[in-house]
T-cell receptor, first 112, second 110 residues
Framework: EAQVTQNPRYLITVTGKKLTVTCSQN?????MSWYRQDPGLGLRQIYY???????DKGDVPEGYKVSRKEKRNFPLILESPSPNQTSLYFC???????????FGPGTRLTVT | GEDVEQSLFLSVREGDSSVINCTYT??????LYWYKQEPGAGLQLLTY?????DMKQDQRLTVLLNKKDKHLSLRIADTQTGDSAIYFC??????????FGTGTRLTVIP
C-alpha cells in the first residue's frame, strides 16, 4: 500500500531533550515536507526537500533540523525542544511531476 | 505566507448539500486543493483544481473556482454523517509549499 508513515504517533517529552520524528514514504517521491498544525493557524511548512541531500527552509524552520540521506526518509530533528513546539506534525510527499501531495497520519508532540 | 481564509464552522442536516467556501490571495496560484481531516487522522486529499478550470466534479464533490474574486468552494451533495470532519482549502505556493486555510469544521446533523 502506497503511504507516508510517521513515528512515533504520540510523544511527550521535556524541554531540552533531543528528539527525532521519522517519516518514510514508499512511493519513490522526490519531494518531501514537514508541516506543523496549530489551532487557528492551519498548517505551516517547516522544511522541505526536493531530493536526496537537497533541503530548504519553509515558513517556520526555527528550532528544527532535517536531513535527507535516502530518498524514502525525511526525519525531523528537534535538538532542544521547547514548549512552543508542542504541536501536531505532518510529513508529506509528492512526485516532481505531480501536484498531489500526500500526508502522513501525524505526530502529536507535547513538550513540557 | 499567503492568506487563505475559511469560515470556521458549518452545520448541515444529513441529506442536504454543504458548501464550504475559501478565499485566497495569490492570483498566480496554479493549483488549489481541498483536504479532509477526520478526528485523530491525517489529511486526506479530496480533490484539486488547476487554475485554468472553473469547475471540477467528482461524484458528490463539486469544486468551483472564481479566479477573478479568488474564491474557491467545495460543494458536497447529499451530505452524510461520515462527511463530518475539518475541511482545509490550500493553494500551491511553489517550493513544494502548500498554504493552508485554518479549516472549516463541518458538522452533519442526523
Amino acid at each position: 500500500e502506497a503511504q507516508v508513515t510517521q513515528n512515533p504517533r504520540y510523544l511527550i517529552t521535556v524541554t531540552g531533550k533531543k528528539l527525532t520524528v521519522t517519516c518514510s514514504q514508499n512511493m519513490n517521491h522526490e519531494y518531501m515536507s514537514w508541516y506543523r498544525q496549530d489551532p487557528g493557524l492551519g498548517l505551516r511548512q517547516i522544511y522541505y526537500s526536493m531530493n536526496v541531500e537537497v533541503t530548504d527552509k519553509g515558513d517556520v524552520p526555527e528550532g528544527y533540523k532535517v536531513s535527507r540521506k535516502e530518498k524514502r526518509n525525511f526525519p525531523l530533528i528537534l535538538e532542544s525542544p521547547s514548549p512552543n513546539q508542542t504541536s501536531l506534525y505532518f510529513c508529506a510527499s509528492r512526485r516532481t511531476a505531480s501536484y498531489e501531495q500526500y500526508f502522513g497520519p501525524g505526530t502529536r508532540l507535547t513538550v513540557t | 505566507g499567503e492568506d487563505v481564509e475559511q469560515s470556521l464552522f458549518l452545520s448541515v442536516r444529513e441529506g442536504d448539500s454543504s458548501v464550504i467556501n475559501c478565499t485566497y490571495t495569490d492570483s498566480s496560484s496554479t493549483y488549489l486543493y481541498w483536504y479532509k481531516q477526520e478526528p485523530g487522522a491525517g489529511l486526506q486529499l479530496l480533490t484539486y483544481i488547476f487554475s485554468n478550470m472553473d469547475m471540477k466534479q467528482d461524484q458528490r464533490l463539486t469544486v468551483l473556482l472564481n479566479k477573478k474574486d479568488k474564491h474557491l468552494s467545495l460543494r458536497i451533495a447529499d451530505t452524510q454523517t461520515g462527511d463530518s470532519a475539518i475541511y482545509f482549502c490550500a493553494e500551491y505556493g511553489g517550493a513544494n509549499n502548500l498554504f493552508f486555510g485554518t479549516g472549516t469544521r463541518l458538522t452533519v446533523i442526523p
